[in-house]
């Protein structure tokens, strides 16, 4: 069955400094793959996704993911982040056969110092 | 509306009482999905519908949970006797589809925070 993990449930970092927020997949074939954001009282955005092609995919707000097939990852990256990237970021895991119904993985909550 | 609708935004009953909550999705969109979120955990996947069927009602924690379609329109989805444990943001997402690999993104709507006291 498709999982998502994403290993980090809370990440602090500082105003300006670099982001990577981790996620790890299961899934036996060529995945979709997304990451969202939840801000405080609004619904889910969509950063990026992936289906196929170039494996370093370019999003909103400045944000980058990579997949990598060999370690079943597709990790979020920002190289300098601002205040307003303070939410909940899901990492989600398509089947590429039909519904396209996405798994979400539990999340990781970002907090950013000033 | 633009977007994905959802109502009520809000709201709050007792154990035992049953509940609706509605999904008006982007026109023209065909897919719909329900998604269910407990506080401090990640989305839950509960029920798709296609047009006016659901070819996948397999996350539907219970046979208390149930959902409608009306074509390609609004959605509702009702929780019959109501537990503590239902308590939730209940989020409601449209896709458009269309030929080939579905590639289209997940609209979400803003949920509908449920509280069962």
């Known amino acids: 069955a498709q999982s998502v993990t994403q290993p980090d449930i809370h990440i602090t970092v500082s105003e300006g400094a670099s982001l990577e927020l981790r996620c790890n997949y299961s899934y036996g074939a060529t995945p979709y793959l997304f990451w969202y954001v939840q801000s405080p009282g609004q619904g889910l955005q969509l950063l990026l996704k992936?289906?196929?092609?170039?494996?370093l995919v370019q999003g909103i707000k400045g944000f980058e993911a990579e997949f990598k097939r060999s370690q079943s990852s597709f990790n979020l990256r920002k190289p300098s982040v601002h205040w307003s990237d303070a939410a909940e970021y899901f990492c989600a895991v398509g089947d590429s056969g039909g519904y396209n119904k996405l798994i979400f993985g539990a999340g990781t909550r970002l907090a950013v110092h000033p | 509306g633009a977007g994905v609708s959802q109502s009520p935004s809000n709201k709050v009953t007792e154990k035992g009482k049953d509940v609706e909550l509605r999904c008006d999705p982007i026109s023209g969109h065909t897919a719909l999905y329900w998604y269910r979120q407990r506080l401090g955990q990640g989305l839950e996947f509960l029920i798709y519908?296609?047009?006016?069927?659901?070819?996948?009602k397999s996350g539907l924690p219970s046979d208390r949970f149930s959902a409608e379609r009306t074509g390609e329109s609004v959605s509702t989805l009702t929780i019959q006797r109501t537990q503590q444990e239902d308590s939730a943001v209940y989020l409601c997402?449209?896709?458009?589809?269309?030929?080939?690999?579905?590639?289209?993104?997940?609209?979400f709507g803003e949920g509908s925070r449920l509280t069962v006291l």
């Open positions: 997402a449209s896709r458009k589809t269309g030929r080939g690999r579905n590639t289209g993104e997940l609209f």
């Open positions: 519908f296609q047009g006016n069927s659901a070819p996948d």
């Open positions: 992936y289906f196929s092609g170039d494996t």
